[in-house]
């Protein structure tokens, strides 16, 4: 996971941060920016990607469903829920989903408290 | 070119008179493009050699821009040519810069000519910090020498402190810049790279001469009162207290700078510095609780007990928190959020009122979120106390929970002050705010919901009935604001309590209550956002509706009301559509009455275009509840017979335009709905928009009939034919005709065509007989008269993807004859496309479709009828494998893992296609050196990072199923041709062939993604290794 003075960094592996990814890679592949400078765009989006989802994002949704399996393993909770219902912000709409891996981390960096 | 021509216009300067009418002429009024060349002509001078000695002489010049320029000179010839300077030329230029620096504070240049030698100085430490290992304390002893002397000559008996105390404020201050640039700049650095371990251990090292720095500076000026350095000080404190955070092993330096917090403390006292002392103490509190020690945890407390902190606390609650700011508050926060788990379990009487004044800080005055800015920060403090309460609670053992009746009682204050705020404020009040403060009034009240579902983990049914009752004193008292927020935070817990029988009795007070009479009543009887919450209250409570009819028509009588509502429309709509749906078996005795309800309204209004959708769904699913199939039918026609009509009128307008009547009030229900004052709508306008409407209708009836019901499924058993008796036959036929002369008239309109679609996959899913449930060869036979050229012929594509997966799960009677009708047509459409990229969606569909087909019924494919068609869609797949659309990559990818995975024994042995071993072989004879050479291309460095886990599939697949696989693709790594240019000179051949037997070996275990990947980056260079 991510070193404790940084960000983490899973959210590259969303489709913003594998889309950012592959366009740096192409970057790089016509020599328009060096890998140093992609290195400090990725560490920048950790931080701002954290940042936006934590202070920007309002939307919400709650759901229900059958809770499988937890743990809790180096300050990393993880959850598997089944036959989930989740129910939009806006009312009515819900989405159904058979199994459900929800993986949470401590939005303070470790050393804070 | 543009480069040589910019020089052309603007040469070098040839004389220092030159340079500086260049710089002068870049701070003056100018266009962009005169700005720009001038600029690069600074830049290039920078950058060429003389630009050491252009910056020296241009350091001491009258002009502060002049001197800017020269400083920003000596940073940019740092960072681009320090490498070159031997140690003695190194030590010489500090000397010099150290001197300009003190010289341009003496000469009273600029504070931003002054702060950029400093970030100068920075720049030199950074480069070389072995060079001037004690950068602070020689600073200070140049400042006291009042000029720059080698580093090495450091070697006074003077202590740092002394020379510090021998500072005037003007050099105390400079020397506090440095610091403070120091620890910023050195920051920026990775802390965690072995190349800069030895700067940040240097800079480390400094870290008693900043204590003493500080220390002076935060002591108030008795020198030069003119002059105050706690401003600097605090914000120098403030970036090495972050400093030390993010280098988490350092207890000298934080050691060190504990001594500071004391006099930092002490600046509270002058009202300029309350700002950037409070946020310095909100900022670390917040971020780096453990700085503190208890010690000065115990000296903020005693300052929040002061008559300072109670004045400050008054003026947060009643004053202007524009004027004011809310500083105070959050520095109170940031306390509470600290010690949260101390306040709440200690019962003492000093946690007690500090808990107090934090519930306090919810009742401010003025309105959310504009008015009273601190509500959201509390509220966001007291949702981490509820979570801790609720943590402590479930983690505790019973005897251990002697703090839990203290805690309790705040939270009954939060609750209230909660309700009390979230009321909305008088509809002039509203409509003056702008959208930014409307919105975070409407989030303020949502996190207020978020809170109130917290509470209730602890409270339970008692913060129902804490509400309920609330809102039963605010209807006697006719108080409508309160009534509101009374609703408002009953819908709240809905999703907690909805569904459990137990709180019936608390939401049965509010049911049976007159409120609901008071909703029915005339417009203008009750505030609009009053019934907008009570009917939204309704909607939110459907499963106490369900268990309680009796309460439902009056429900839905309101409902209904509100229907024509401009504002309430839309979510009366829904409502009716939610609880419609979920009640729908306690009201098939009103049907009837519903369709004649929604007659009377389409006859005497034209209703948003989404509400009427939702209103027809919701009586679809109470006519799909009806038990008897012809009192069901009867239902259907009747409301079915309202949307033909206007088909019928749609289709005569578009043939005979001179029909427009605009007086008619069904031609109204073709007007623009976004803009129903566009001058004079054309007749094909209307007639498109009356059929869009009403196929949307008809799509949100074929939802509505849709079986909410699960049904036992039997595995074993074969599912029963669909054979719809002879009425629903008639009524299928009907509508089948009627869907494709909408769509022959208007063969344009893309969106005809997606709600066709969407009609048909509506009845895909259903398992007994249904009015849209079509016979599968009457939809076959839809889907073959497409071409080409039909407007979304992807989406189409798509839908036939939908119709083969519900067929599988059909009948297998019905399977054969549609895909081998299907197959032919989806191919042709693949056929057509003038080239594989050409369109994403056809593309991914059409390879998705044979994909489909392939999986369950080999033996089509292989049809001898078929071979000219396979052949093209293979080569097809291969070509889009090999393409750059991620997409239909992504599709081609699973297509050739799912069919190298299969084996004529795993299709049904009932099919022909279960002895056709050898077809598959003979297939893959041909087409195995294609796929295995299109995968090592895209491996081999061409794919895109993110696509090497897709196409990693199908080369496992090969590798398990294919003996021959490892001759195909040595054969296409040793080819390179197949590699990215470049590549094979990275990767040699034997380190291909070894990258061969690695994946061989793994037999398609889950580590060959990890090889591919390695191999990927191999072949792309060490650049792209920037990425774990």
Not at chain 1, 1 to 29: C, F, K, Q, W
Not at chain 2, 38 to 59: C, F, K, T
Not at chain 2, 869 to 888: A, N, Q, T, Y
Request: with cysteine.
């Amino acid at each position: 996971m991510a070193a404790p003075n940084s960000y983490y960094d899973l959210y590259r592996h969303g489709s913003l941060g594998v889309a950012l990814t592959d366009s740096l890679d192409e970057l790089i592949g016509d020599e328009r920016i060096d890998p140093q400078l992609a290195m400090k765009v990725l560490t920048q989006f950790d931080r701002v990607i954290a940042e936006t989802l934590q202070e920007k994002v309002k939307a919400r949704l709650t759901f229900k469903g059958s809770l499988d399996t937890y743990r809790f393993c180096d300050e990393v909770w993880t959850f598997l829920i089944r036959n989930v219902t989740f129910k939009l912000d806006n009312g009515a709409q819900t989405i159904q989903a058979d199994k459900v891996k929800i993986v949470s981390c401590s939005s303070k960096k470790t050393e804070d408290k | 070119m543009a480069d040589a021509a910019m020089q052309q216009q603007l040469p070098l300067p040839t004389s220092l008179a030159e340079v500086e009418a260049l710089i002068r002429a870049l701070y003056q009024p100018n266009p962009p493009e005169t700005i720009a060349r001038i600029q690069e002509v600074l830049q290039r001078l920078q950058r060429s050699p003389e630009g050491w000695q252009l910056a020296q002489s241009l350091i001491a010049h009258r002009e502060d821009n002049i001197r800017f320029y020269a400083a920003l000179t000596l940073i940019i010839k740092l960072n681009r040519d320090s490498a070159g300077l031997s140690d003695d030329d190194a030590s010489s230029l500090l000397e010099n810069i150290i001197g300009w620096t003190i010289q341009a504070l003496a000469d009273g240049a600029g504070n931003f000519v002054v702060k950029k030698l400093c970030t100068a100085l920075v720049t030199y430490f950074v480069h070389f910090p072995q060079l001037w290992p004690n950068c602070l304390r020689h600073f200070v002893d140049c400042l006291d020498l009042g000029r720059g002397t080698p580093p090495a000559g450091l070697a006074k008996p003077l202590s740092t402190e002394a020379l510090v105390s021998k500072l005037d404020r003007p050099k105390l201050r400079l020397a506090i810049w440095l610091a403070t640039t120091l620890v910023e700049e050195v920051g920026k650095t990775d802390m965690n790279a072995p190349k800069f371990a030895p700067l940040h251990e240097r800079l480390v090292k400094n870290g008693p001469d900043v204590v003493y720095l500080l220390a002076r500076g935060f002591s108030p000026p008795a020198d030069n009162p003119g002059i105050k350095t706690q401003g600097d000080a605090l914000t120098c404190f403030q970036a090495w207290i972050l400093y030390a955070q993010r280098a988490s092993h350092v207890p000298d330096l934080v050691a060190s700078l504990r001594q500071l917090v004391e006099p930092a403390i002490n600046c509270f006292a002058d009202d300029d510095l309350f700002q950037p002392t409070a946020e310095l103490f909100s900022d670390a509190l917040s971020n780096y609780s453990s700085f503190f020690t208890p010690e000065h945890y115990a000296t903020l407390a005693a300052l929040f007990e002061s008559g300072w902190a109670a004045a400050h606390y008054q003026r947060l609650l009643r004053g202007s928190h524009e004027e004011d700011g809310i500083g105070f508050g959050l520095l109170l926060l940031a306390y509470g959020d600290a010690k949260v788990q101390d306040l709440m379990r200690s019962p003492d009487p000093r946690s007690q009122q500090f808990l107090e004044k934090l519930s306090g800080l919810l009742a401010a005055d003025g309105f959310l979120v504009g008015e009273d800015a601190i509500f959201v920060p509390a509220l966001e403090f007291w949702s981490t106390f509820i979570e801790t309460m609720i943590d402590s609670t479930y983690s505790d053992e019973e005897g251990a929970q002697g703090w839990k009746p203290f805690a309790e009682q705040h939270l009954k204050m939060v609750v209230m002050s909660a309700w009390r705020k979230i009321r909305w404020p008088p509809p002039d009040v509203f409509a003056s705010w702008d959208s930014a403060e409307r919105v975070a009034f409407g989030d303020a009240r949502k996190d207020v919901a978020d809170m109130l579902q917290s509470v209730f983990t602890l409270e339970g049914i008692s913060l129902v009935a804490f509400f309920a009752d609330l809102f039963l004193q605010a209807l006697g008292a006719q108080s409508w604001t309160e009534l509101e927020a009374s609703a408002f935070c009953l819908g709240a817990l809905a999703d907690c309590v909805s569904d459990d029988a137990k709180y019936d009795l608390e939401l049965s007070k509010i049911f049976s209550s007159p409120f609901f009479d008071l909703l029915g009543q005339a417009p203008g009887a009750i505030p609009l956002r009053l019934r907008q919450t009570g009917l939204g209250l309704i909607e939110r409570y459907r499963e106490y509706f369900e268990r309680h009819a009796e309460y439902l028509p009056n429900a839905l009588n309101l409902l209904f009301a509100a229907v024509g509502d401009p504002v309430l429309g839309g979510p009366a709509a829904r409502s009716i559509s939610t609880l419609c749906s979920s009640c729908r078996s306690i009201l098939t005795s009103e049907a009837s009455a519903f369709i004649q309800h929604y007659r009377t309204i389409r006859g005497s209004q034209v209703l948003d275009s989404l509400a009427e959708e939702r209103i027809v769904l919701a009586i679809a699913s109470i006519v799909q509840a009806i038990n008897d199939e012809d009192q069901r039918l009867n239902m259907f026609e009747s409301l079915y017979g309202l949307l033909k009509k206007d088909f019928e009128l749609a289709v005569q307008l578009q043939g005979q335009p001179g029909l427009l009547n605009l007086q008619q009030p069904d031609f109204l229900r073709g007007l623009d709905a976004s803009n129903p004052q566009a001058a004079a709508p054309t007749a094909e306008n209307v007639s498109v928009n009356i059929a869009l409407r009403s196929m949307r209708c008809l799509a949100s009836m074929a939802k509505g009939m849709q079986d909410a019901k699960e049904h036992p499924v039997d595995l074993d058993s074969e599912p029963p034919a669909l054979d719809p008796n002879g009425r629903l036959a008639a009524l299928q036929t009907d509508i089948l005709r009627v869907l494709i002369e909408i769509q022959r008239v208007f063969h344009a309109s893309g969106e005809v065509v997606e709600i066709i679609c969407n009609i048909f996959r509506a009845g895909f899913s259903e398992t007994l007989p249904g009015p849209f449930v079509f016979p599968p060869g009457a939809v076959t036979e839809y889907f073959v008269q497409q071409r080409f050229e039909t407007a979304r012929i992807g989406t189409l594509l798509s839908t036939a993807c939908s119709f083969v997966g519900s067929l599988y799960r059909g009948p297998k009677v019905y399977v054969r004859p549609q895909l081998e009708r299907l197959l032919p047509w989806a191919v042709s459409i693949l056929q057509a496309l003038p080239a594989p990229d050409a369109d994403t969606e056809i593309s991914v569909n059409g390879i998705n479709f044979v994909d489909k087909v392939a999986s369950k019924h080999l033996d089509i494919l292989f049809q001898p009828q078929n071979s000219s068609l396979l052949e093209f869609f293979f080569l097809f797949s291969i070509k889009v494998l090999d393409g750059k659309d991620p997409l239909p990559k992504f599709a081609s990818a699973e297509f050739w893992a799912n069919f190298l995975s299969l084996k004529p024994s795993s299709v049904d042995p009932s099919s022909p296609a279960f002895s056709m071993g050898d077809t598959l072989a003979n297939a893959m004879t041909h087409l195995g050196p294609l796929v295995a050479r299109s995968l090592v291309r895209n491996l081999g460095g061409h794919a895109a990072r993110s696509e090497i886990d897709k196409l990693c599939e199908p080369l496992k697949r090969l590798i398990v199923t294919r003996p021959e696989a490892q001759e195909w693709l040595r054969a296409a790594l040793l080819d390179d041709a197949c590699l990215l240019p470049g590549a094979p000179e990275r990767v040699s051949a034997d380190e291909r062939v070894a990258f061969l037997r690695k994946i061989v070996a793994l037999r398609g275990a889950r580590t060959t993604n990890q090889i591919v990947r390695e191999f990927w980056m191999a072949c792309r260079g060490a650049q792209f290794a920037y990425v774990s």
